[in-house]
């Protein structure tokens, strides 16, 4: 019988302290995320400093309870793997120095994972991936359209050029007064909608699988500024259904003709963003239709987590790439092949 | 008992191991090198230097700040997690007075100065036993040089900010201030060991809770508390 690998996974890219323990990369010991929305509530948003702040903080009691509730010790662990980048680079820096310290004082091998190979990699915890597949990643800090031949092959087919999704609904909600953060509430207005407000659709030059959201984000900022010098009422749940229905035609639409040009076998959506209940019906609807294999994960796993790097350093892990002493944070670090 | 020490506090990287009383090894640079990239390497060295392993250590000292948010956060987060992943103490010693024990000899008072910019600065003022007649801040220039002239003793200053700060110093304080020789500028991992043995060794649940002594509230929060007070009145 082969032995089962077990996997640490640490993140810590942005305003989540997370720890989790992977069993093959694909089933979840235990998964343990300490987040600050609370304290970032007040600001309207992530404020980098208090985020690092926090992660030193929390991250050797997240560490802890991540081992306790699997009732593991470090000796039953094969090897630490930690969100090496993208995200806020002193954020990063907590996980990845707490990885480096446990993995040495325990002689455990340290995987550096791309956090959206981490997003991507959620899947594997729900089901296995068929190739070739395509992953939707949307969130805060992304909105990206990968294919993937194999695993731990990696081609970027799409990406924004300004805004991401997750931040543009941020924005939105801010100028509709909602609170932090703003995607649920935009979600949970535009359903409650009959009407929606026109709002353009940015699709760019032809054939383009990129993105641009910072128009839009102008147009409603605008209409609500006319509307006002007006005197006019604005309503609020339609100007929501409005801006989602153009961010989930266009996200929704270059996935699809992307899925057909490259002839995939599954798509999967990821993210954070991938939680919204209006991009997911979208996706679901247009998959189903075409009789495409479409999957999301559940909501714990869309949002940022420490099991999906562990599931993605796992793979890596068995393709041989581990990482130095002298790793660093890479805030801009992009996606590369586990050859 | 073995004990490693760890400062990151600002550019500068010092990493120590001190066994009964006798420093074994002590890395120390002044090189602009991240201590996210610097730091792990230098701890793992000394170890290997010393033939020692990672679970003969039996406690931990580290600089907890003042000092470059980044790097302190560096240093107490290596420090914290090798300390509760090997169940041993965790003694946190200001990064002031780690660089204020340089001046062991002198008999004055002695000033450690790191730059905080627009002519502020963390310091403290330390008398010769290693007392803080003034605690560890983060202190507008002219308000400890004023401080400082109200007193009788000659002021030892070092730390490698001092440079940027000696014309205004010397201009209040004249020839009382002392400024210290270059290699005494620079912390010394062993020096905080020294500072952190005299100290009672914490129970190990107290890991978890170690933070670390930025002595400044964020910008955002500056920011934040300052609207209210506006929206207030
Ligand atoms: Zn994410």
């Known amino acids: ?6 996997v640490l996974g640490i993140e810590t890219s942005c305003d989540e302290t997370a720890a989790s323990i992977v069993r093959n990369g694909n089933e979840i010991i235990s998964n343990v995320v300490s987040s600050q929305i609370e304290s970032h509530k007040r600001f309207g ?3 980098p400093e208090i985020a690092s702040r926090h992660h030193v903080e929390e991250v050797t009691m997240v560490l802890e309870e991540a081992l306790k509730q699997a009732n593991m010790k470090p000796n039953d662990l094969d090897a630490v793997a930690v969100t090496e980048g993208p995200g806020l680079v002193g954020a990063l820096l907590i996980g990845i120095n707490a990885a480096k310290a446990f993995a040495f004082a325990n002689q455990l091998p340290l995987v550096g994972v791309h956090h959206i190979a981490g997003h991507i990699y959620a899947n594997q915890l729900v089901e296995p991936m068929e190739f070739p597949l395509l992953a939707l990643v949307v ?3 992304h909105t990206e359209i990968v294919l993937m031949q194999n695993h731990g092959s990696f081609e970027l087919i799409g990406e924004t050029r300004d805004d991401a999704a997750g931040e543009a609904y941020d924005k939105v909600a801010r100028v509709l007064k909602l609170p932090y953060p703003g995607g649920p509430h935009i979600d949970r207005l535009a359903h409650e909608s009959e009407e929606a407000i026109a709002f353009p659709r940015i699709w760019l030059e032809p054939g ?6 910072s128009g ?3 147009s409603v900022i605008n209409y609500m500024h006319n509307a006002e010098q007006r005197g006019e009422e604005i309503n609020p749940q339609a100007v929501a259904a409005g801006f989602q229905s153009s961010v989930v035609e266009v996200l929704t639409s270059k996935t699809l003709r992307a899925a057909k040009e490259y002839k995939v076998k599954q798509v999967i959506a990821a993210g954070g963003v991938a939680a919204n209940r209006g991009l997911r019906k979208s996706l679901e609807d247009t998959f189903i239709k075409e009789g495409i294999k479409f999957t999301v994960p559940p909501l714990f796993l869309c949002t940022d987590n420490a099991a999906m790097i562990a599931a993605a350093g796992s793979v890596m892990f068995e393709k041989g790439h581990t990482s130095s002493m002298a ?4 805030p801009g670090m992009t996606l590369f092949d586990w050859k | 008992m073995i004990w490693l020490g760890i400062d990151t506090s600002n550019v500068p990287l010092s990493i120590a191991l001190v066994q009964d009383n006798q ?3 002590e890395w120390s640079s002044a090189l602009n090198v991240t201590h996210s990239v610097g730091a792990m390497p230098a701890v793992e060295e000394v170890l290997k230097q010393a033939n020692i392993k990672p679970n003969e250590i039996d406690a931990i000292a580290v600089a907890e700040g003042p000092g470059s948010y980044t790097g302190v956060r560096i240093g107490v987060t290596i420090a914290k997690t090798l300390a509760w992943t090997l169940k041993i103490p965790l003694v946190g010693v200001s990064s002031l007075q780690a660089l204020a024990g340089n001046g062991v000899f002198f008999k004055g008072l002695i000033c450690p100065i790191m730059d905080a910019r627009r002519l502020n600065v963390f310091t403290g003022i330390y008398t010769n036993d290693f007392n803080a007649l003034l605690p560890d801040g983060h202190y507008s220039l002219e308000s400890v040089l004023e401080i400082l002239a109200a007193k009788d003793e000659d002021i030892l200053f070092i ?3 001092v440079s940027i700060h000696w014309e205004a110093i010397q201009q209040v304080l004249g020839k009382r201030a002392i400024r210290a020789p270059f290699h005494l500028d620079l912390p010394k991992a062993s020096v905080l060991i020294e500072q952190a043995m005299k100290k009672p060794l914490p129970s190990i649940d107290e890991t978890h809770h170690f933070v670390p002594e930025y002595k400044r509230i964020t910008e955002a929060e500056t920011n934040w508390h300052s609207e209210q007070k506006k929206a207030e009145s």
């Open chain 1, 1 to 6: 019988m082969i032995k089962d690998q077990i």
């Open chain 1, 45 to 47: 948003g992530v404020v």
């Open chain 1, 139 to 141: 969130s805060g800090g």
């Open chain 1, 208 to 213: 383009s699988y990129d993105f641009s959201f």
């Open chain 1, 216 to 218: 839009l984000k102008s």
């Open chain 1, 327 to 330: 790793m660093n944070g890479k």
């Open chain 2, 23 to 25: 420093l074994l090894v």
């Open chain 2, 159 to 161: 730390g490698k900010d």
